[in-house]
């Protein structure tokens, strides 16, 4: 079953970092990776905590409860990657460490927006607390949406400061997914409530060329 399947992942990560190979490329990659740049495994462990939450959590009923899964299903792989874009270095990390976190906090949230209709007529879960999604209005839209924000104006902050060969795609992701909120900002709540909204490939397309402008000419500050 589903629990077993991410016990023996969890099993076969530690085997490939303890023995330093794994057949299998993807951990043989990471695991590689973790130790390059120096990746604490308190941040795995939070991630295949939040992965197991999923397995058996339908309810995230507290603030604390959100928090906890979104720290370690988004803030700690916003902080795994940012160990790379820092190659290691640990004064540069700590530096950025808060935006980083930010970042994954508001994708994610963005995701649990944009996924309510499988979320809740599919998996039956529901990760907004104190939101009863069967009556999802504009107050608990307005609510979602203005804390994303807050998120999102904070971990900007961070990212004018990576370094160069990281701000490209970090920026890049951070204009599509303000534009996806703005189009979920934008759609009744009945119509998120019963469709996946997305973002076209044309809008796509459009927004990585200016944001490739706006990087060129070194407008993200």
Known sequence: DKEN???????DYYKAYNSGISLNPILNSFQQTVKKYNISDDLIQAFLKSMKMDLIKLDYNSKAEYEEYIYGSADVVGLMCLKVFVAGKEHKYEALKAEAMRLGSAFQKVNFLRDLKDDNLILN?????GVDLNSFDENAKRMI???INEDFRIAYQGIVKLPIEAKFGVYTAYVYYKKLLKKLENTPCKEIGNTRIRVSNYTKATLLAQSFVTYKLRLVE
């Open 5 to 11: 399947l991410i016990n023996d992942f969890e099993t």
């Open 125 to 129: 879960r529901n990760y907004f607390p």
């Open 145 to 147: 949406i203005n804390e």
